[in-house]
């Protein structure tokens, strides 16, 4: 992320920028990039008299870290007096300074990345025409996703990892909680609210699922009148399949798991402890499908996959032929991540011999099976779906705004989309908050004209934008203002 956002900000010739880290030599390589400009430091955070230090010998602080770490930098920044971006949500503990920020001055605009960030700025947009055409929006989703480019998407899953799989996975057992026609849903597995998404592209399968708290947006975006308010996530078909499995089983629990030997003598715990699921939706077909999908396995490995199986809810799951293909999925998840090799042994302990979680030990097959390759190109893909109604002419229709980009591999000596999307638009954001462009103060998020409108065009003229389309023509000319 930071080498999109550093690259941004020394073109303009007249930055300065300190890359302030605990991992200093990481930072001095950074500063390679433009050494006229740039500039590393040793930073301990919670060195609270060196943070506010440094701190003030500086005219603004991008708080590029963990998001549970920013609560010390903006309070240490408020007392220096100076203006601050993120690229992540505005938290509990910062809105309590807004009143703070406010009566000196200050800004600090988060919420300036990819999700949140992009996503946010196509949704304001669109609000806001809406608004200005006099019509109402009575149905909101919105998701977004980063996932291997569709030539590298070469696994079950569809699915790699570039950071810490324990992370991913475990933000994948979140509740989900959301309007849907009329109604407020609180589901305590989102995974299990899994949607086929076969119209997002013409030419990849994905599938997306609701995540936290949805309706903690309603009023922030002023759409406390829709039925239907969704902000989540978006896989290629198949993920949700899997993982809700592995949830199912334990195989991805806290916990810390008491036992050695292999990963198929792990699996073969974890399945013995799980309760069985009734799985009615098939009926007898259900068992012989397992018979299906054993076929070549040992006898041994055979009868482990049935009783894993029958471990597994498949309830969530639409129809029979869906839940024969996430059958098939799981076991040959099973199979590529190596769970049958008897050899394939476990790390049960840490270094000072405590047992590890379950969690962790998955972590060890999929960094191992699933980690971005040097080669391997990322692709985000983003999708807004709004049902617009005209109160003066009773008409209704769809509108949605679609991205799909794609980003270089490190090979290539290029960033990754992801990279790109978050780093750069942090980076248009705190140039304007430098250039003294954002007006109002406070702790804000990108939610107004005059800070969505000119981040969309510094991004469109680096081609990450949204296309967006109507499934009425009169409809669209109307939030364009041409009818």
Avoid at 127 to 140: M, P, R
Avoid at 142 to 151: D, K, Q, R
Avoid at 451 to 475: A, N
Wanted: proline share 4%; aromatic share 8%.
């Amino acid at each position: 992320m930071t080498p999109p956002l550093i690259k941004h900000l020394v073109q303009f010739g007249d930055t300065h920028v300190t890359i302030a880290s605990n991992l200093v030599d990481d930072a001095k390589r950074l500063c390679e990039i433009s050494p006229d400009h740039l500039s590393a430091a040793y930073l301990d955070i919670a060195n609270q008299e060196e943070l506010e230090k440094l701190i003030g010998a500086h005219d603004h602080v991008i708080s590029f870290i963990p998001p549970w770490m920013h609560t010390p930098v903006a309070a240490a920044t408020l007392k220096m007096g100076k203006n601050m971006t993120t690229s992540s949500y505005s938290s509990p503990d910062m809105m309590k300074m807004d009143d703070e920020v406010k009566s000196k001055g200050l800004v600090f605009l988060n919420e300036c990345g990819l999700d949140p960030g992009i996503d946010i700025l196509g949704t304001m947009k669109i609000v806001h025409q809406a608004e200005k055409a006099g019509l109402k929006i009575t149905s909101y989703e919105s998701y977004c996703g980063g996932l291997p480019a569709a030539e590298n998407a070469d696994n079950p899953l569809g699915y790699k990892f570039s950071w810490n799989p324990g992370a991913a996975i475990r933000a994948s057992r979140n509740p989900a909680i959301f309007m849907k026609n009329g109604k407020r849903e609180e589901q305590p597995n989102c995974l299990k609210c899994v949607e086929q998404r076969d119209d997002f592209s013409v030419s990849m399968k994905f599938e997306t699922y609701p995540n936290r708290d949805s309706t903690a947006f309603m009023e922030k975006f002023g759409m406390q009148d829709c039925e239907t308010f969704i902000r989540g996530t978006i896989r290629y078909t198949g993920f949700c399949w899997v993982i809700s499995a592995f949830h199912d089983l334990a195989v991805t629990s806290d916990e810390p798991f008491e036992g050695e030997g292999s990963f198929k003598d792990f699996l073969t715990a974890k399945v013995a402890a799980a309760e069985k699921k009734s799985n009615s939706v098939m009926g007898e077909k259900f068992d012989k499908h397992i018979d299906v999908v054993t076929e070549g396995f040992s006898q041994a490995d055979a009868t482990l996959i049935r009783d894993l199986l029958h471990k597994v809810d498949f309830s969530y799951v639409k129809c029979a032929d869906e839940t024969v293909k996430a059958m098939n999925n799981i076991v040959k998840t099973l199979k590529f991540l190596d769970f049958f090799d008897d050899n394939n042994k476990i790390k049960a302990k840490t270094d000072d011999g405590k047992a590890r979680s379950a969690l962790d030990i998955l972590g060890d097959l999929m960094v191992k099976k699933l980690a971005m390759a040097d080669n391997d190109r990322d692709l985000i893909a983003m999708r807004h779906i709004f049902k617009i109604h005209d109160p003066k002419d009773g008409e209704s229709w769809e509108h949605t705004s679609t991205m799909v980009v794609t980003g270089d591999s490190k090979a290539s000596g290029n960033q990754s989309m992801m990279a790109i999307t978050v780093g750069v638009t942090c980076g248009i954001a705190t140039r304007m908050v430098l250039e003294g462009e954002v007006k109002k103060t406070g702790v804000l998020s990108p939610i107004t004209p005059e800070i969505y409108e000119p981040i969309l065009k510094e991004l469109e003229k680096k081609g990450i934008f949204m296309v967006d389309e109507s499934s009425s023509d009169k409809g669209l000319k109307k939030m364009q203002g041409l009818e």
